[in-house]
């Protein structure tokens, strides 16, 4: 299946998308709750958000196909996955350390989308993605699990492959459904399989923590994620997730400014060459 021709408002459209999401290295570090929790109430609120989003365009929530429902589905898994463990790996080190170790995915994602998809191998891609594998090597302290940003730095890498085969299967799915539409199906299972955490964590700090969650359900997830799917009609996965590995350098900026988080030169290392890879595919994304 080939993607339809990205223009310039297909391009800016993926990087708002970039820089709404990047607002979720922040928040999972400002948010005093456990990562269960904060996932099942991000999920919860956006499928309300959704929901009504849907009625109000008129979108139909059903399938052509049982296959299809069943794809995105089991892609709501990967999502509940790749966010608890991502949301750990923030817990455990930095908003800089969390977001930047999960982008390795563009990496994966060089390697996985052409066999699951049985496309060719694009050697400007492997380049990229090898590029932005150079820049989380600069993150690891030292290659030990008694090191608790490498256990961080661990988590964050499998995240990482978790979220690029979910953003693979809705690279299939989003030519052929509203992205609005594909995401409330995903946080439907994603709340779903979190309803325990209901019954084994204290509820009633909930208050004091809701207005950052209703920024993460509300706008993190129910605007930038929807973006992001949206963006696959127009790019393929690997291109994608290339030019969203920006989405550190902003939850860097936003870590500083918020959290008083200064990177160390390592990370600032990382960051820059994670930078030049995405603004290497962006520079392609105009040419082609």
Same mark, same amino acid.
């Given at each position: 299946? &080939? ?68 794809? &995105? ?39 996985? +989308? ?27 302290? +030292? ?61 009633? &700090? ?54 008083? +988080? ?18 290497? +595919? ?7």
């Amino acid at each position: 299946m &080939v993607e339809e021709r990205a223009d310039l408002k297909h391009i800016l459209k993926l990087n708002l998308a970039v820089i709404i999401i990047s607002t979720s290295g922040t928040l999972g570090r400002y948010i005093e709750l456990s990562p269960f929790l904060i996932i099942f109430l991000r999920s919860f609120i956006a499928i309300w958000a959704l929901l009504i989003f849907c009625k109000i365009k008129g979108l139909k929530l059903n399938f052509s196909n049982k296959k299809d429902l069943l794809k &995105v589905l089991f892609a709501g898994v990967l999502m509940c996955a790749h966010w608890l463990t991502y949301f750990q790996s923030l817990k455990l080190s930095s908003v800089a350390i969390g977001m930047l170790s999960i982008y390795t995915y563009p990496v994966i994602t060089t390697f996985l +989308e052409p066999l699951i998809r049985k496309t060719g191998f694009n050697k400007i891609h492997l380049f990229l993605g090898i590029l932005v594998l150079f820049g989380v090597y600069f993150l690891v302290p +030292e290659f030990s699990l008694d090191n608790q940003q490498t256990i961080a730095v661990c988590f964050g890498v499998g995240s990482a492959f978790l979220y690029s085969l979910r953003n693979i299967l809705m690279k299939q799915q989003a030519s052929k459904y509203n992205g609005s539409v594909l995401m409330l199906f995903q946080m439907f299972v994603v709340s779903t399989l979190l309803i325990p955490v209901l019954f084994f964590f204290d509820l009633s &700090v909930i208050p004091s923590q809701l207005a950052p969650v209703l920024v993460l359900g509300l706008l993190t997830t129910s605007v930038g994620h929807t973006l992001l799917v949206s963006s696959f009609k127009y790019f393929s996965a690997t291109t994608a997730s290339i030019i969203s590995s920006a989405q550190p350098i902003y939850g860097i900026l936003l870590g500083y400014f918020i959290l008083n +988080e200064v990177p160390s030169i390592n990370t600032v290392i990382g960051g820059l060459l994670i930078a030049t890879a995405v603004f290497t +595919e962006i520079f392609r994304s105009f040419k082609k």
